[in-house]
């Protein structure tokens, strides 16, 4: 386990006709996921130019916080529907000089 803290931005872009399915997903990972111990935020974000573009902004307090978020029950429901509704891109960073 690493005491880092684990930084992901995925990029979601819905499906043709299901932005509205899709925002209603992504909002509903937002309360659960900040209530997770590991979790240091949690934030999703909406493409001001493109309705149907979603960004999701996460922070985990190390390794350990970032797995936790991946076997719960809510990330796994996500897992099950996210496919139909959009495409996706998660962008795992690590910190070079950050706060």
Same mark, same amino acid.
């Given at each position: *386990? ?14 043709? &006709? ?7 997903? @992504?909002?509903? *990972? /937002? ?6 111990? %590991?979790? $240091? ?10 309705? %149907? $573009? ?8 190390? /390794? ?12 796994? #429901?996500?897992? &099950? ?5 959009? /495409?996706?891109?998660?962008?795992? @960073?690590?910190?070079? #000089?950050?706060?």
């Amino acid at each position: *386990m690493s005491s880092k803290q684990v930084k992901v931005i995925a990029v979601l872009t819905a499906k043709e &006709g299901k932005a509205g399915e899709l925002e209603a997903l @992504l909002r509903g *990972m /937002t309360a659960p996921s900040r209530g997770e111990p %590991g979790n $240091v935020h949690y934030n999703l974000w909406r493409h001001r130019e493109t309705p %149907g $573009v979603f960004v999701i902004d996460e922070l985990y307090v190390d /390794t350990a916080g970032a797995e936790a978020h991946r076997a719960s029950p809510h990330y796994q #429901d996500y897992l &099950g529907r996210i496919n139909d509704l959009a /495409t996706r891109n998660p962008i795992p @960073l690590e910190a070079v #000089d950050a706060l």
